[in-house]
Nanobody, 129 residues
Framework: RVQPVESGGGSVQAGGSLRLSCAAS????????MGWFRQAPGKEREGVAC????????YYADSVKGRFTISQDNAKNTVYLQMNSLKPEDTAMYYC??????????????????????WGQGTQVTVSS
């Protein structure tokens, strides 16, 4: 079982950057992949990016390709989301989640909420124009 804990959210101006962290003790053995998701008020939660814990392959939603990078530091039991060139539409609560070994990690190159079982509490990202 993985219990993700997110940090690093905050308020930035459009064009700025933030780096989110997801601490998840033991995730390399407990999770097949880790994903970042976000949810803005009045909208459904959507997948942002995911990474295979073993092989390190990464996948991104079209809306963040070229701007966001997901990575991991297995020794520190931490997954990161580097967010560059932020836009106001990136404003959302960002969640880190883990998928177990029997789950899919992505569909159509995008992580799906229904494939991820263990979720953090979220960290708020606000981008102003």
């Amino acid at each position: 079982r993985v219990q993700p804990v997110e940090s690093g959210g905050g308020s930035v101006q459009a064009g700025g950057s933030l780096r989110l962290s997801c601490a998840a003790s033991g995730y390399t053995s407990s999770a097949k992949c880790m994903g970042w998701f976000r949810q803005a008020p009045g909208k459904e939660r959507e997948g942002v990016a995911c990474i295979y814990t073993g092989g390190g392959s990464t996948y991104y939603a079209d809306s963040v390709k070229g701007r966001f990078t997901i990575s991991q530091d297995n020794a520190k039991n931490t997954v990161y989301l580097q967010m560059n060139s932020l836009k106001p539409e990136d404003t959302a609560m960002y969640y880190c989640a883990a998928a177990d070994w029997a789950s899919r990690c992505y569909t159509g190159d995008v992580p799906r909420t229904y494939d991820y079982k263990y979720w953090g509490q979220g960290t708020q990202v606000t981008v102003s124009s």
